[in-house]
């Protein structure tokens, strides 16, 4: 996929995988760039996390982010830290920048195991040696269990281009394997906007594919601009919007073991916040997903995931909808299991609760909860 | 199991399982019983649940309850409300009791179908014949995924017994198959006394077993004295805490597909509060879950659990123990892999967290993610 304008990316591998399998990635911009991050809200955090926090108030210019898969740098107390240090160093040095210009770091992979430095040094001026205006090496390099690169674009009147790169399981916890989402742009928009900005989008985007608050402790979705192409904000902010809640879909979609991603739109909520909490609740049920797996319209165990939230409700006037068929409004509705069944069994499905309490609207996305599940994540670690 | 002095139970079926099983459940005794009841805390409550609630601030005398499993009246709107007294008239009939005395009632089974009433109009009275002071037949009679009977029972030394039956899948959220206990015990102790001891009770035990507040529309933990045998409080109030965390640990390893019973013990928390939190969180991580199936000693998933409460910790001097072997102590703990991998092979696994944050602990059941989860959920309904 074609880069915004001062975009270079590069991918390859270093070893870190067993499978030798591209786990290296770098993003670089020769001239600064404005930034924003939504981090994980885990209590542990990883070093690259830390580390890009203490950036994100400093006034050193930032040229880009430095990625491995495979190896989280996690938990790995002090020594993790030194060990990120230098992961970021060793990509300042291949770049040929100077000290005092930031490399950000994200590290994505096992948990516990000390990050094999050497291997990172050895790699990574070779990797810097391949960067280009194309997407794709980068794309697959931060990958873990993840089938298939998330990469999306958009281009706006102005000229300017977004080019939104994500990994992720995207399942009920994100894996070890974190979510990652970096987002380019050439379109001119001051560092303040953009961090401004950010916390919403990621809110009604990424936020909403996983569990609040039950992030991995290396999960971060941030936002770059290379500040070449002047660009209507408002427009801006829409196609920012739009990328952002592709990529989010796209993890859903690919979630370990899915067969299907699964939408769920709540409408009548008394707030945005109780319908955000209501959406993650209906699409991160055990028993919702492994119903979807089934094909079975089963709105009971949709009613009960609602009903277990802080959502206010107004039961008598509730309705629920699968694919377009309304199965409950205040009291059981009548409609055709089979048939519906049948609508079920695509790659897409759609649950659409009306709480009837108040105007708000939310969105979550998820997957279904498949035997391929407990395969991936009884075997993923040893 | 015989029971304790002045009560009877029976069991029976009446149809509304298709399958002809047991489904139809009486506890009965002569005079009144002094009660206490904790019910779900899901907005979606069933007519069973409010009816229950309704009467326990009444001062009519209770002499049991009617369970039927297979349809738990829920979400049925109006009508359900009607058929749940209907259902509790029949069973006042039944047994020959005058209109002014109680028969509370508890349905479970699938959401949003009619209960036939008929049907429980033409067993209950050949049910109740069967009445006896033996719990076996009831026991059956209110399972529905459960693949067996749930019984425990203790003798006090004041010749007092206490005897309990519960069901329940006991998976992250309740089926709707709904967890149900019952206990029953002739100690004397002042209705007051139970309605105070009660709720902490069920706080360190059933609600040990499932996520807070994901609770099935059904849910109900109820214990019931037949105010025959006088006994020391003290003795009783440690008794019947075993009989509750025994029953907790039962419906945890009886959990839909589960292998194994995991017990997470949380110590080190800054409060109770806290380390309750912290343990269920652990308990109900799907990752925490796969990885006991596959016997992973994957400390990792462990804990980013914990880093996702509202739990204190202090990472640098966190504990977590698996089978006894510490794997990691503020950094990763050297242990021989393939050897825990065996010693987590059994149908019992035990981690142990110390947070190094305070006094307090906790502890939660739960059982691990199995193939057989999602075939059974994805099966149940349709």
Redesign the interface.
Known sequence: MKLPEGFQLAGGSCGIKGSGKPDLGLIYSATPLNWALAAT????KAPCVTRNQARYGSSQSVHGIVVNSGN?N????E?GIWDNEDFAAIAVNALGLSSVQVILTASTG????KLEVDKLRQALPLVARDLSNDSSNFAEAILTTDTRTKQIAANLSSGARIVGIAKGSG???P??ATMLAFIMTDAVIPQENLRTIWPGMVERSFNQVTVD?????NDMAMVFSSQQVPTNEAEFIEALEVICQNLAQKIARDGEGASKLITVNITGAKNRQEARAAARAVVR???VK??A??N??????I???????IAS?D??NLEIRIQNVTV?K???QDFD?QEL?AKMAGSELLIEIDLAAGPAVGTAWGCD???D??????????
Chains 1, 2 share one sequence.
């Open positions: 809200q885990n209590r542990l989280a996690c938990a790995n107390g020594r096992v948990i516990g195991q399942m009920i916890h894996n070890m608050g039950d992030s991995s402790p049920s055990p028993l492994a119903a797996h089934g079975d319209p089963n709105w009971g165990r009613l009960v995931a609602v009903g277990a939230t409700v039961l008598a409950y205040g009291i059981p299991a069944s909860l498949s035997e599940y407990v395969h991936i994540n009884a075997d993923y670690h040893t």
